[in-house]
T-cell receptor, first 111, second 114 residues
Framework: QKEVEQDPGPLSVPEGAIVSLNCTYS??????FMWYRQYSRKGPELLMY????GNKEDGRFTAQVDKSSKYISLFIRDSQPSDSATYLC???????????FGTGTRLLVSP | EAGVAQSPRYKIIEKRQSVAFWCNPI?????LYWYQQILGQGPKLLIQ????????DSQLPKDRFSAERLKGVDSTLKIQPAKLEDSAVYLC????????????FGNGTRLTVT
């Protein structure tokens, strides 16, 4: 079993839709949670950073962490074609600096 | 703030040849990472440096891969000899180095082994 599970997609939505991306994890020691966006032929770009449980909002993006369920989510409101990319969840264990990634979910937003 | 710089962007080699990648991290970042990303997968850590010392190289295939970080700044990753399964994107990242600090990535080097 992988430490971090993520549906690879692709997830296809029309412009303006609300997108929900999710990851589950198995190790309760994960304490720091991130979402990265990766465009084709580019490196991952940090999108959201959350410490422990709770919600964080930044513009059209909302990140949620539920440590009791070992489940994290990223919501994108009013999705745009420019949001088409691969979204990678990633997390770091308490006491460490190593980032562990999910597989990534490919999102396609059509005009 | 300048980002993480990597070169070359693309490299095509034949199996059994050698190749080297270079990385310049964000100024002031103590920790440097090399990740391997195979098509359709998430990045996998190969090696982590704290300043110029190795913190984690547990997933580095040491019979063919080597890495160094001179003077705690730039780093090179070398593969010798390359295998077909080494075809991937090699990503360099850096962070400030405190627990949980987010990583910032370069655009990677895409390696194709034929």
């Amino acid at each position: 079993q992988k430490e971090v599970e993520q549906d690879p997609g692709p997830l296809s939505v029309p412009e303006g839709a609300i997108v929900s991306l999710n990851c589950t994890y198995s190790n309760s020691a994960f304490q720091y949670f991130m979402w990265y966006r990766q465009y084709s032929r580019k490196g991952p770009e940090l999108l959201m950073y959350t410490y422990s449980s709770g919600n964080k909002e930044d513009g059209r993006f909302t990140a949620q962490v539920d440590k009791s369920s070992k489940y994290i989510s990223l919501f994108i409101r009013d999705s745009q074609p420019s949001d088409s990319a691969t979204y990678l969840c990633a997390m770091i264990r308490r006491g460490f600096q190593k980032l562990v990634f999910g597989t990534g979910t490919r999102l396609l937003v059509s005009p | 703030e300048a980002g993480v710089a990597q070169s070359p962007r693309y490299k095509i080699i034949e199996k059994r040849q050698s190749v080297a990648f270079w990385c310049n991290p964000i100024s002031g970042h103590a920790t440097l990472y090399w990740y391997q990303q195979i098509l359709g997968q998430g990045p996998k850590l190969l090696i982590q440096f704290q300043n110029n010392g190795v913190v984690d190289d547990s997933q580095l295939p040491k019979d063919r891969f080597s890495a160094e970080r001179l003077k705690g700044v730039d780093s090179t990753l070398k593969i010798q000899p390359a295998k077909l399964e080494d075809s991937a994107v090699y990503l360099c990242a850096s962070s400030l180095g405190w627990e949980g600090s987010p990583l910032h990535f370069g655009n990677g080097t895409r390696l194709t082994v034929t």
